[in-house]
């Protein structure tokens, strides 16, 4: 049997232990998880545990409504990761924000299509011309998409007129009500919608590879999370795989996390598992495309989201990515 005193420090142990451990469970942020298409790994890796079973004890994902939350969110929180899009992580750094790119985590911006009533004369994006399209809210990623997709037509950004509407759900409501002649939308929003609208072309049809959203972390978790970080990419990684090669079951884990009907929440992974814009997945594992990664920076520079150049070997750090994708030198 232990004495008191051996009884005394193993319990001692013990609970300092489990208080590290508890310390260690924690919080990450995923701007518009629950909502927008780039967050539905998270749900898959918070249900199968891949998190826990590469590490991280991720407790659960905070949500927000953009770029600009998601930063805040990260820093004012003190959490160590956050999935954010890259115009605003750009721009909180140019702001003197401590914050550095970790992985590139969603490649294209393939869960984008424009639609219109399927009575309306515009079949082709050359028939954009002269009509309204919608966009959800200015500097945003649809805003953007809206100016690349007139330029992919020959036309210019004045040759149509782009109409605000704040958010997809609007904008189908507006299309709806006539005030807009097309819109962009996104998954899931567009598979839970696309019974009422007819699409005129796809993002995948037009564009080429876009970074969407990166995964981010502050510059004090860079110096002292390092083994957490990259236990956060491995499991990603781990339920990005899962996706493509169990899109059905994916889509009931997404479907219950999303409050979706499974119907919809099929319809929107079968299209992104499916989908390859240059030869590119929408979901990637994590690796750096920089030439997607400097077109969406031009994009938002067209919409005022962004001025200035961008180096980014100053911007990002890669090595908590496993070593098979890392970018090679």
Same mark, same amino acid.
């Given at each position: 049997?232990?004495?008191?005193?051996?009884?005394?420090?193993?319990l001692a142990l013990?609970?300092?232990?489990?208080?590290?451990g508890?310390?260690?469970a924690?919080?990450?942020?995923?701007? +518009?998880?629950?909502?927008?298409? +780039?967050?539905?790994p998270y #749900?898959i890796a918070m249900e199968k545990?891949?998190?826990k #079973?590469?590490g991280?004890?991720? /407790?659960?994902?905070l949500?927000?409504?953009?770029?600009?939350?998601?930063v805040?969110n990260l820093l004012?929180?003190n959490?160590? $990761?956050?999935e !954010?899009?890259?115009?605003g992580?750009v721009?909180a750094?140019?702001q003197?924000?401590? %914050?550095?790119?970790?992985?590139?985590n969603v490649l294209?911006?393939a869960?984008?299509?424009?639609?219109?009533?399927?009575?309306?004369a515009i079949?082709?994006?050359?028939?954009?011309?002269?009509?309204k399209i919608g966009?959800t +809210?200015?500097?945003?990623?649809?805003?953007a998409?809206d100016?690349?997709? %007139?330029?992919?037509?020959?036309?210019?950004?004045?040759?149509a007129?782009?109409? &605000?509407?704040g958010? =997809?759900g609007?904008?189908?409501?507006?299309l709806?009500l006539?005030?807009?002649d #097309?819109a962009a939308?996104?998954d899931?929003?567009?598979?839970?919608n696309q019974s009422?609208?007819?699409?005129?072309?796809?993002?995948?049809?037009?564009?080429p590879p876009?970074? +969407?959203?990166?995964g981010?972390s502050?510059? /004090?978790?860079v #110096?002292s999370r390092?083994?957490?970080l990259?236990?956060?990419?491995?499991g990603?990684? &781990?339920?990005?795989? =899962?996706m $493509?090669?169990n899109?059905?079951?994916?889509a009931v !884990? @997404?479907?219950k996390v $999303?409050?979706?009907?499974l119907? @919809?929440?099929?319809?929107?992974i079968h299209?992104l598992v499916?989908s390859? /814009?240059?030869g %590119?997945p929408y979901w990637?594992?994590?690796n750096?495309?920089?030439?997607?990664m400097?077109?969406?920076?031009?994009a938002?520079?067209?919409?005022?989201?962004l001025?200035?150049?961008?180096?980014?070997s100053?911007? !990002?750090?890669?090595?908590?990515?496993?070593?098979?994708?890392?970018? &090679?030198?």
């Amino acid at each position: 049997m232990l004495s008191k005193a051996r009884f005394a420090g193993v319990l001692a142990l013990g609970l300092a232990a489990a208080l590290t451990g508890a310390a260690r469970a924690e919080e990450i942020v995923v701007s +518009n998880y629950g909502v927008a298409a +780039n967050g539905m790994p998270y #749900a898959i890796a918070m249900e199968k545990d891949f998190f826990k #079973a590469e590490g991280a004890d991720v /407790t659960g994902i905070l949500s927000s409504s953009g770029g600009g939350t998601t930063v805040r969110n990260l820093l004012t929180g003190n959490l160590a $990761y956050g999935e !954010i899009d890259l115009a605003g992580t750009v721009a909180a750094i140019q702001q003197g924000a401590d %914050l550095k790119i970790i992985s590139d985590n969603v490649l294209t911006v393939a869960e984008f299509v424009w639609a219109t009533k399927p009575d309306s004369a515009i079949h082709t994006i050359q028939d954009l011309k002269g009509k309204k399209i919608g966009y959800t +809210n200015p500097r945003s990623t649809s805003q953007a998409l809206d100016i690349l997709l %007139l330029e992919a037509a020959g036309l210019k950004p004045d040759d149509a007129e782009l109409v &605000k509407t704040g958010g =997809f759900g609007e904008s189908v409501v507006a299309l709806n009500l006539g005030s807009i002649d #097309a819109a962009a939308i996104a998954d899931p929003v567009w598979s839970k919608n696309q019974s009422q609208f007819r699409v005129v072309v796809k993002a995948t049809d037009v564009l080429p590879p876009l970074c +969407n959203v990166i995964g981010v972390s502050t510059g /004090t978790a860079v #110096a002292s999370r390092g083994d957490f970080l990259r236990a956060v990419l491995r499991g990603r990684r &781990k339920a990005v795989e =899962f996706m $493509y090669s169990n899109p059905d079951e994916a889509a009931v !884990i @997404v479907a219950k996390v $999303y409050n979706l009907d499974l119907s @919809v929440a099929q319809s929107a992974i079968h299209n992104l598992v499916s989908s390859k /814009t240059a030869g %590119l997945p929408y979901w990637g594992p994590g690796n750096f495309d920089f030439d997607g990664m400097d077109r969406m920076i031009r994009a938002q520079k067209l919409v005022g989201a962004l001025t200035g150049d961008v180096d980014w070997s100053k911007l !990002i750090d890669a090595s908590f990515l496993p070593d098979d994708l890392k970018p &090679k030198k």
